[in-house]
């Protein structure tokens, strides 16, 4: 049982680059959650969904956007990266909410 | 998270008992949380406290709770090194009509010999 799983673990951007982070879950979880984790300011909730086909801002969604096509997936865009979009992402499930699952984090270095 | 408040740093010597407080702004929160981070991985549920409840106990970990406060704290007892790790504080705000898991910023604590 895998439980979480981001990828990639690692990326480096340079400005106005592309990307997208993958959170794959096996947990059957209704609700996913995209987080972003900077050192002092705790983890800020991005975007997240509460089942397949929807999605919500969270705290901080601009510059982001997100896709729950599949139950099992919760996809994080950047579509032109800043550097102030360095930090870890951290990608979470949960049947109840509260109880979150999270995955081992993406670190993005954005130049 | 500005809604839930924790100091950032906690220092101990091993063997003693570690303190964790937090305080959070919605009195209708059901469930409170206490969540884990060891460095390089990501957070782990560690305990969770019912609104309900004024106190849950869980081998070395005492959650207290005072909702007239809006007061939340993490009693780890003999606390080991391998204890040192950032904790988190969290509660689930309604908002929209969906339940948003709010964390604080995080108190690392931090066990020295």
């Known amino acids: 049982n895998a439980g979480v799983t981001q990828t990639p673990k690692f990326r480096v951007l340079k400005t106005g680059q592309s990307m997208t982070l993958l959170c794959a879950q096996d947990m059957n979880h209704e609700y996913m959650y995209w987080y972003r984790q900077d050192p002092g300011m705790g983890l800020r909730l991005i975007h997240y969904?509460?089942?397949?086909?929807?999605?919500a801002k969270g705290e901080v969604p601009d510059g982001y956007n997100v896709s729950r096509l599949k139950k099992q997936n919760f996809l994080l865009g950047l579509e032109s990266a800043a550097p102030s979009q360095t930090s870890v992402y951290f990608c979470?499930?949960?049947?109840?909410?509260?109880?979150?699952?999270f995955g081992e984090g993406s670190r993005l270095t954005v130049l | 998270g500005e809604d839930v408040e924790q100091s950032l740093f906690l220092s101990v010597r091993e063997g003693d008992s570690s303190v964790i407080n937090c305080t959070y702004t919605d009195s209708s929160s059901t469930y409170l949380y206490w969540y884990k981070q060891e460095p390089g991985a990501g957070l782990q549920l560690l305990t969770y406290?019912?609104?309900?409840?004024d106190m849950k106990q869980d081998q070395r970990l005492t959650v207290l709770l005072n909702k007239k406060d809006k007061h939340l704290s993490l009693r780890i007892a003999d606390t080991q090194t391998g204890d040192s790790a950032i904790y988190f504080c969290a509660e689930t705000l309604i908002s929209g009509g969906s339940y948003i898991p709010t964390f604080g910023r995080g108190t690392s604590l931090i066990v020295h010999p």
């Open positions: 406290i019912f609104s309900n409840m």
């Open positions: 969904s509460v089942g397949e086909g929807t999605t």
């Open positions: 979470a499930s949960s049947y109840i909410p509260g109880e979150l699952f």
